[in-house]
């Protein structure tokens, strides 16, 4: 990117480095402000869609294309789910939403990636997402790997080069995410789900299901805490597994249930592709009486946290109930 993407999103007319933007304290960590204003998700939404439109591609000459479709992938029609959460995270510490924004928008490009490559036609070969052609239909799968490429080398370059706080610090955060994308994570689900690995019983499900899903979601927890309290808490980090293993019930459900015209892709590809899920293994009522569980796990982990944190934790029970409710 061309700028430090926290100061342009804070835009509070400082010229400095994003650390001059954000003052971090000796200790390495983001200063807190002690009356943050809380953000909702929906204004976090907005805050990261604009940070996002303002990620810079660094192209030679002639590969114009080559970033318009990395463009076309990143931007309109994501939930941002995963940005928000790392912002919320930080915001429950009174830690400013803008001074994480790097590493929100890194894990959103990172999550961009995982669809692109998900979408192939050697993997779930899918035509449509987030309601539109899915990446290799408009470009080719050549372009689209490309272009999956591109996202991953950008969002690194955000987290080393953008990142407010001590280099440590930004070290530490590189760690968590490509802990949770690498063969220990989304990358070895993968490879479980593409090779058709066949769960003994839920618990089984649920930890391939943590490694494709649920780690990208956990990492976004354990960075926005870490930015904002130099540490991981326990009672986030048990929130987080419960998040992102409701986060996949919700989706298994959605594959079996959900209108296309909502989901921006085609239902029941689970079912076609012999997929074990939660609701292929165990029914739709197991299902959703699992999504209930994780859904309560998530709040009473909530409690814990909004009596210990001095920010306000709200948007995390917005999140929480979006992440249950959601129809698409
Ligand atoms: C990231 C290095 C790297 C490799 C990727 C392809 C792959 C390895 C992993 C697949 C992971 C995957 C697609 C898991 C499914 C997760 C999931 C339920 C995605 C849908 O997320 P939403 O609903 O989508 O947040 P939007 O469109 O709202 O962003």
């Known amino acids: ?30 200063e807190r402000q002690t009356a943050v204003a809380a953000l909702s998700p929906s204004a976090m939404h907005e805050h990261v869609d604009r940070a996002l439109e303002e990620v810079d591609f660094p192209a030679p000459a002639d590969a114009e294309r080559l970033v318009e479709a990395a463009r ?28 994480v ?41 050549d372009i689209a790997i490309l272009a999956g490429c591109a996202l991953l080398s950008e969002a690194q370059r955000l987290i080393l080069q953008d990142q407010p706080g ?3 610090l930004r070290n530490r955060v590189l760690r968590e995410v490509l802990d949770a994308t690498g063969t220990a ?39 926005g ?8 808490d326990h009672a986030f980090d048990g929130f987080a597994k419960s998040l992102g293993a409701l986060f996949q019930v919700v989706d298994d459900i959605l594959d079996e249930t959900g209108k296309a015209r909502w989901l921006g892709k085609i239902p029941g590809s689970d079912r076609r592709m012999g997929k074990l899920t939660h609701v292929t293994m165990f029914g739709l009522e197991r299902a959703r009486e699992r999504a ?6 998530c709040l009473v982990s909530l409690e814990g946290i909004a009596s210990t944190t001095p920010g306000p934790t709200e948007p995390l029970q917005e999140i929480t109930e979006m992440v249950y409710r959601r129809e698409r």
């Open 1 to 30: 990117m061309s700028e430090a993407l926290a100061g342009r999103v804070a835009s509070n007319g400082n010229n400095g480095g994003p650390a001059a933007r954000h003052p971090v304290q000796s200790n390495g960590r983001l």
């Open 72 to 99: 076309y992938a990143l931007l309109d029609g994501g939930k941002r789910v995963r940005p928000i959460l790392v912002m919320a995270c930080a915001q429950a510490f009174g830690v400013p939403v803008s001074s």
């Open 101 to 141: 924004m790097p590493t929100a928008c890194a894990i959103e490009l990172i999550h961009t990636n995982s669809l692109i490559v998900d979408d192939l036609p050697a993997m779930d070969n899918h035509a449509k997402r987030r309601g539109r052609l899915t990446l290799h239909r408009l470009y080719g799968d």
């Open 166 to 168: 001590s280099a440590e």
């Open 185 to 223: 994570g989304m990358v070895g689900g993968q490879f479980l789900d593409v090779t058709k690995y066949l769960p003994d019983d839920r618990e089984d499900l649920e930890r391939v299901q943590m490694l494709k899903t649920g780690s990208l979601i956990r990492a976004c927890v354990r960075c």
């Open 225 to 232: 805490t870490l930015l904002a309290d130099s540490r991981i």
């Open 292 to 297: 209930k569980e994780l859904y309560e796990h």
